[in-house]
C-alpha cells in the first residue's frame, strides 16, 4: 500500500510538470533555458527549507537515541552523477519540447525511459512472466495509439535531444532505488544542481526570450511542487518497485497529463483518450499486480 500510494502522488506530480511545462513554454511565457534554471533553482529551495528542518529533528533524535538508522540519513547526500542525470534531463526535455509536437516527444522520451529502466531491470535479472510481457505490449500499443494521432516526423536533433531526456530520466530514477533518505537525496541532488547554473545561462544567452512573470510562476510550480517534492516521493516508491515495474507504471503519466488538460485547459474528452486510458490503465494494473516477477 505504501509503494502504490507513493507511486500515484508521484506519477500525478509528473503529469503536473508536463502540463505545467507546456502551458509555460508551449504559451511563449519564458524560454527552455531559464524555465529550466527557475525549476531547479526552485526545486533546491523549497527542498533546502524542508530538509533544514527536517534535518534538525533527525539530528535531535540522533543525538538522544544514537540510532544507527538516524545516522546513515544525515549521511545520505546524494551524489554528482544523479544531479547530473537531473539536469540533463531537465533542461533536454524543455529544449526539445520547443522543437518537437506533444505526441511525439511523448512517444520518444517514453520509449527511452521504458528501454533505460527495463533494460537495466533484466541486466539486475529480473525476470517477467509471459503474462507481465504480453501486458507490457499491451500498455505500449495503448499508449502508441493515444500519442500517435498528435505525432509527426521529428526532426533529428530534437529526437536526439528528448531521446536524451529520456535515458537521463532512466538513470535518476534508476539511482532512486538506493537512496536512504528519498527527500535528502533529492534535496542534495537539486543543490549540486545549481552549479551547472551559471553554464546554462552562457549557454542559452542567444536563445532568450522576455520572460513574463506568468513563465516564472509556473517554473517555480514546476520546480518546487511537481519537482522536488514530487521527486522525493518517486524516490521513497523506487526501493519498493522493481525496475520494470517503475518503468511501466509511468505509461500513466500521459493519460494524467491529458486529464490534468482536460480539467485545467478546457481540452476535449475523446473516445481516443478513453479506450486508451481503458487499455493503458488496465496493462499497467495486470503487469504490477502480478507477482510471478522475481529477482534470480
Partial sequence: M???LYTIIALMAFAANSLLCRMALAGGYIDPWNFTIIRLLSGAVCLGIIMTVYTYNIRRKSAKNDDMLNTAILKDKGSWLSS???VVYALCFSIAYVELDTGTGALILFSTVQLTMIGWGIYQKEQLSNLQWVALLVALAGFVYLMLPSAAV???????IMAISGAAWGIYSIRGKVCVSPLRTTGFNFIRSL??????LLAG???????SLEGVLLACLSGAVASGIGYSLWYVAMPLLK???AAVVQFCVPVLAAIAGMLFLSEPLTMRFIVASAVILGAVSVFVLNKKAVKA
Fill in 84 to 86: 547530473l542525470s537531473l
Fill in 154 to 160: 521529428p526532426s533529428l536533433l530534437g529526437a536526439m
Fill in 243 to 245: 525496475s520494470t515495474q
Fill in 195 to 200: 552549479v551547472a547554473i551559471p553554464i546554462l
Fill in 205 to 211: 544567452m542567444s536563445y532568450l526570450v522576455e520572460v
Fill in 2 to 4: 505504501k509503494a502504490t
